[in-house]
Protein backbone atom coordinates (compact mmCIF):
# COMPACT_ATOMS: atom_id res chain seq x y z
CA UNK A 1 0.00 0.00 0.00
CA UNK A 2 1.00 3.43 -0.68
CA UNK A 3 1.64 6.11 1.91
CA UNK A 4 -0.84 8.80 1.61
CA UNK A 5 0.39 11.90 0.20
CA UNK A 6 -1.05 15.14 2.07
CA UNK A 7 -0.10 17.19 -0.55
CA UNK A 8 -2.87 15.43 -3.31
CA UNK A 9 -5.29 17.94 -4.84
CA UNK A 10 -8.31 15.74 -2.29
CA UNK A 11 -6.47 16.82 0.57
CA UNK A 12 -5.96 20.27 -0.31
CA UNK A 13 -9.79 20.31 -1.28
CA UNK A 14 -11.00 18.96 1.57
CA UNK A 15 -8.68 21.97 3.52
CA UNK A 16 -9.94 24.74 1.32
CA UNK A 17 -6.62 24.96 -0.58
CA UNK A 18 -8.11 24.57 -3.73
CA UNK A 19 -11.61 25.05 -5.15
CA UNK A 20 -14.28 22.54 -6.05
CA UNK A 21 -17.86 22.38 -7.30
CA UNK A 22 -19.54 21.00 -3.83
CA UNK A 23 -22.72 18.90 -4.19
CA UNK A 24 -22.81 17.85 -0.66
CA UNK A 25 -20.88 17.86 2.50
CA UNK A 26 -21.12 16.11 6.09
CA UNK A 27 -19.12 14.88 8.69
CA UNK A 28 -17.62 12.07 6.83
CA UNK A 29 -17.74 12.66 3.05
CA UNK A 30 -17.51 15.84 0.56
CA UNK A 31 -19.38 15.13 -2.83
CA UNK A 32 -17.86 17.27 -5.91
CA UNK A 33 -18.61 17.65 -9.71
CA UNK A 34 -15.36 15.88 -11.68
CA UNK A 35 -13.30 18.26 -13.54
CA UNK A 36 -13.13 15.22 -16.58
CA UNK A 37 -16.83 14.37 -16.38
CA UNK A 38 -17.38 11.00 -18.43
CA UNK A 39 -21.05 10.76 -18.18
CA UNK A 40 -23.90 13.39 -17.92
CA UNK A 41 -23.72 13.42 -13.99
CA UNK A 42 -20.57 12.94 -13.18
CA UNK A 43 -19.78 13.39 -9.11
CA UNK A 44 -16.46 12.75 -7.11
CA UNK A 45 -17.19 11.39 -3.10
CA UNK A 46 -14.26 11.69 -0.73
CA UNK A 47 -14.47 10.60 2.90
CA UNK A 48 -12.79 13.25 5.26
CA UNK A 49 -9.89 10.90 6.13
CA UNK A 50 -6.53 9.94 4.95
CA UNK A 51 -7.31 6.68 3.02
CA UNK A 52 -5.34 6.21 -0.08
CA UNK A 53 -7.70 3.95 -1.80
CA UNK A 54 -10.50 1.47 -1.46
CA UNK A 55 -8.55 -1.55 -0.20
CA UNK A 56 -6.83 1.02 2.71
CA UNK A 57 -10.14 2.50 3.44
CA UNK A 58 -12.22 -0.57 4.04
CA UNK A 59 -9.19 -2.00 5.94
CA UNK A 60 -8.78 1.12 8.58
CA UNK A 61 -11.24 3.18 8.51
CA UNK A 62 -13.70 2.48 11.37
CA UNK A 63 -16.99 0.97 10.79
CA UNK A 64 -18.59 4.38 11.74
CA UNK A 65 -16.16 6.35 9.01
CA UNK A 66 -17.23 3.52 6.21
CA UNK A 67 -21.27 3.55 7.38
CA UNK A 68 -21.07 7.08 7.13
CA UNK A 69 -19.19 7.19 3.58
CA UNK A 70 -21.54 4.98 2.01
CA UNK A 71 -24.95 6.63 3.45
CA UNK A 72 -23.35 9.98 1.93
CA UNK A 73 -22.84 8.62 -1.55
CA UNK A 74 -26.35 7.36 -1.63
CA UNK A 75 -27.24 10.33 -0.54
CA UNK A 76 -25.45 12.45 -3.20
CA UNK A 77 -27.48 10.17 -5.69
CA UNK A 78 -30.84 10.93 -4.30
CA UNK A 79 -29.56 14.46 -4.35
CA UNK A 80 -28.55 14.54 -7.84
CA UNK A 81 -31.98 13.15 -8.89
CA UNK A 82 -30.36 9.54 -10.43
CA UNK A 83 -31.08 7.16 -7.33
CA UNK A 84 -32.84 4.92 -10.03
CA UNK A 85 -29.92 4.07 -12.64
CA UNK A 86 -26.35 4.97 -11.42
CA UNK A 87 -22.71 3.81 -11.41
CA UNK A 88 -20.06 3.78 -9.08
CA UNK A 89 -16.32 3.61 -10.09
CA UNK A 90 -13.51 3.25 -7.88
CA UNK A 91 -9.74 2.79 -9.40
CA UNK A 92 -7.46 1.23 -7.06
CA UNK A 93 -3.84 2.01 -7.01
CA UNK A 94 -1.89 2.69 -10.79
CA UNK A 95 -2.20 -1.20 -12.27
CA UNK A 96 -6.08 0.19 -11.65
CA UNK A 97 -6.35 3.60 -13.43
CA UNK A 98 -5.75 5.62 -9.83
CA UNK A 99 -4.90 8.85 -10.22
CA UNK A 100 -5.14 10.52 -7.17
CA UNK A 101 -3.96 8.69 -4.21
CA UNK A 102 -7.17 9.48 -1.79
CA UNK A 103 -9.88 6.71 -2.15
CA UNK A 104 -12.71 8.46 -4.04
CA UNK A 105 -15.75 7.17 -5.67
CA UNK A 106 -17.18 8.03 -9.18
CA UNK A 107 -21.05 8.71 -9.02
CA UNK A 108 -22.16 8.83 -12.75
CA UNK A 109 -25.25 8.46 -14.39
CA UNK A 110 -26.31 9.39 -18.24
CA UNK A 111 -24.41 9.27 -21.57
CA UNK A 112 -20.73 11.12 -21.80
CA UNK A 113 -21.51 14.21 -22.41
Known amino acids: MSVYDRNNI ?3 IL ?3 AP ?3 VYEDDH ?3 FHDIFPKAAVHV ?3 PKGEYVSFVDFTGTASADAQAGFWRAVDTVARQLGVSEGFRIASHVGPA ?3 VVFHFHVHVMSGPRP
Open 10 to 12: FAK
Open 15 to 17: RGE
Open 20 to 22: CRK
Open 29 to 31: ALA
Open 44 to 46: LVI
Open 96 to 98: GGQ
